[in-house]
């Protein structure tokens, strides 16, 4: 089939699994990738809008228990993120113009309900800022209409791989059927979600196919981010290849057709220096501006980052004046409200 005609097809509603795999296969070709990419981007303009969001990121907001921990992970915790801490980190977050926050990492099979609430409580007594929650499968069904209440506006369940075997070998003391019931249960109880993809964990191009078919049963997915496999040294995975941005950029692009009206994002392995790629691949529009960790009490800035000093041991990293340059590059400009979720 002609390559602008596969495009045409797969851009129809419910278009057959192994029409979007051809399309991805056949996007290793560089030629035919900026044809797809042309198609993504024209979606993207036309269902999301030419203006990008501002979001901010805290991480290490719980302990990881896990056990064993994720062979690939470097950057669990095994502290709580003070409440008096994450409450000025928000003040902070908010200083900078920014209006969405997602608060993540890390897991407990045995549920954060009470924990997560407690801390969206301390945020909501000094701020409205829209709150998003990623701590895995820490959620029971009473935890999710618990945050709803509170006004929560996402639950985050990200599958990673959607490969059986990767997962349990990635994520031995992890549960991809747990992280796919979460993502059941938001859907049953009107929350809207989010999900991940780490792309480049040796998952084949049907695995990453079967991944995007299976999200798309969930018409309350608004967002939905990549994260680009990076090997760190001292894990079992120190060998495993890069993940190349390449492949990345062909799966958000097939991704855009199969679901235009949902959010792609680029998420942990990615940089701002991906952001051109990813763009004109057809992602968009959410970029995140900051983040504050408590590790980043401890780093230097990067080149293009602004370090703010939040409390002693606390840092908000701001990387807003280099994306906006980068943003600004593509003809495009950042808003800081986020978009209504469905
Ligand atoms: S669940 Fe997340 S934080 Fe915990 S070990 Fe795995 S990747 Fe690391």
């Known amino acids: 089939m002609d390559f602008s005609e596969l495009i045409a097809q797969v851009t129809r509603p419910d278009p057959p699994k192994e029409l979007a795999l051809q399309l991805l296969q056949r996007s290793r070709e560089p030629a035919l990738a900026l044809?797809?990419?042309?198609?993504?981007s024209k979606i993207r303009d036309e269902t999301?809008?030419?203006?990008?969001?501002?979001?901010?990121?805290?991480?290490?907001?719980?302990?990881?228990r896990v056990e064993p921990l994720c062979t690939y992970c470097t950057y669990f915790t095994v502290k709580s993120f003070p409440l008096d801490e994450l409450v000025a980190s928000v003040k902070a977050i908010e200083d900078l113009g920014?209006?969405?926050?997602?608060?993540?990492?890390?897991?407990?099979l045995a549920g954060y309900d009470n924990e997560l609430c407690e801390a969206v409580n301390a945020i909501r007594d000094v701020s409205s800022i829209e709150i998003e929650i990623n701590l895995g499968p820490s959620l029971t069904r009473n935890g999710v209409?618990?945050?709803?209440?509170?006004?929560?506006?996402?639950?985050?369940?990200?599958?990673?791989?959607?490969?059986p075997e990767i997962f349990a070998k990635?994520?031995?003391?992890?549960?991809?059927?747990?992280r796919k019931a979460l993502i059941e249960m938001c859907q049953d109880e009107g929350m809207p979600v989010r999900s991940m993809i780490l792309v480049g964990l040796g998952e084949s191009e049907a695995d990453r196919i079967d991944h995007l078919y299976w999200l798309l049963q969930f018409p309350r997915l608004y967002h939905l981010r990549f994260s680009r496999f990076m090997p760190y040294r001292g894990t079992s995975w120190e060998d495993h290849p890069r993940c190349s941005p390449w492949e990345v950029a062909r799966l958000v692009a097939v991704a855009r057709l199969l679901m235009p009206h949902v959010d792609l994002g680029l998420a942990a392995g990615n940089s701002p220096d991906d952001i051109p790629l990813w763009y004109a691949a057809g992602g968009g529009n959410q970029v995140l501006g900051a983040s504050v960790s408590m590790r980043q009490g401890r780093v230097k800035a990067q080149p293009g980052e602004t370090v703010i000093p939040v409390t002693d041991r606390v840092s908000l990293v701001s990387r807003m004046g280099h994306i906006e340059q980068f943003v600004r590059g593509l003809g495009r400009d950042i808003g800081s409200a986020a978009p209504q979720l469905r």
Request: hydrophobic fraction near 40%.
């Open 35 to 40: 044809q797809l990419f042309a198609a993504a």
């Open 48 to 64: 999301m809008g030419k203006t990008l969001w501002w979001s901010a990121g805290i991480s290490s907001m719980m302990p990881c």
């Open 98 to 108: 920014i209006r969405h926050l997602h608060l993540s990492g890390g897991t407990d």
């Open 145 to 163: 209409r618990r945050l709803k209440q509170l006004g929560v506006a996402s639950i985050t369940s990200s599958l990673e791989t959607f490969n």
């Open 170 to 178: 990635a994520k031995p003391g992890d549960s991809l059927d747990a």
